[in-house]
């Protein structure tokens, strides 16, 4: 757990950063609200904060409302560390959206117990939110959770003018499948195939199931024609794929898919939107180009 340390003072920085240290934990240290704030706006930022109050620039308390004002993903969780003692400061700091409040100077035993309190919030919502975002049937990513994924990284292909690419595939004649060995052997289906483009995605990657029986991956850093590449080793691994049906094992159902990709265009106004449409058109002109095959979106 990485632990976020915002204090002005230099020996007071240094004896929390070391004990925290002591406890194991991974410490990033600021000495101000603003220094805190761009930490905060990272990637991996940390999710535990312990911040003074009184601090030049932006105060203790100003970090506090800003956290809660932001609608970043992922809960944080402030404990305040300040000598502001009295009744009506730790309501303040309680009000202005901290989860915890101690004075200075802290008692270790004390601190230790209400850090483990943070971390076990923070633990809580990391699975609930794993839950929420995770397809049940076949360990995917939810399409909700996918769009806010790819949202975020979109926008931070554009930013930093950077390759994406974005996969929409489709299995072929999926409803005769259910139709004819009914809907047991059919999910069994959707698991393995949701299995095969997982398989081959890598560490960036990720998968989410966008409909019934169609899946879209986004592949942050990937230029065509490596994306054709990619999607055309998936096709061929879905296609070699044999699935064993339910209602008798010694039968097995052969697969396939529809593939089509697209490539962020970093010229011009392309959007999420935009780049999801050419996807789509992809697929539908590998599904009208007599299916089992991979298309590129045109620019
Ligand atoms: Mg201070």
Redo the contacts with the bound molecule.
């Keep these: 757990m990485k632990i976020l340390i915002v204090?002005?003072?230099p020996v007071s920085r240094r004896l929390l950063e070391a004990t925290l240290l002591r406890w194991n934990y991974d410490v990033v240290t600021t000495t101000d609200g603003t220094e805190a704030w761009e930490v905060l706006q990272k990637p991996e930022a940390p999710s535990l904060v312990i911040s003074?109050?009184?601090?030049p620039d932006m105060d203790g308390l100003e970090l506090c409302h800003r956290i809660r004002e932001s609608e970043k993903l992922g809960y944080t969780y402030l404990v305040m560390l300040t000598t502001k003692g009295r009744k009506e400061d730790v309501i303040k700091g309680l009000e202005a959206g901290a989860d915890d409040y101690l004075t200075k100077p802290f008692d270790h035993e004390e601190l230790r117990c209400r850090v483990k309190i943070g971390e076990r919030i923070i633990n809580l919502e990391r699975k609930i939110l794993q839950l929420a975002n995770t397809d049940s049937l076949t360990g995917s990513l939810t399409r909700r959770a996918f769009m806010e994924k790819i949202e975020i990284e979109v926008e931070r292909a554009i930013r930093e003018d950077r390759p994406l690419s974005l996969v929409i595939t489709d299995l072929d004649h999926f409803k005769n499948v259910n139709d004819r060995y009914g809907h047991q052997t059919g999910d069994l289906v959707l698991q393995k195939f949701a299995e095969q483009l997982c398989t081959l995605s890598r560490q960036y990657d990720f998968v989410g199931r966008y409909g019934g029986e169609e899946f879209a991956i986004c592949f942050p850093g990937v230029d065509d024609p490596s994306v054709i590449s990619i999607a055309e080793r998936m096709r061929k691994q879905v296609a070699d794929l044999r699935v064993v049906i339910m209602a008798d094992s010694s039968c097995s159902i052969q697969i396939t898919a529809s593939f089509g990709a697209a490539t962020l265009q970093r010229e011009g106004k392309e959007t999420l939107t935009s780049l999801i449409a050419r996807a789509d058109d992809a697929l539908y002109k590998a599904k009208r180009k007599g299916r089992n095959r991979v298309c590129l979106a045109n620019d």
Excluded: I, L
């Design positions: 204090e002005d003072e003074d109050w009184m601090m």
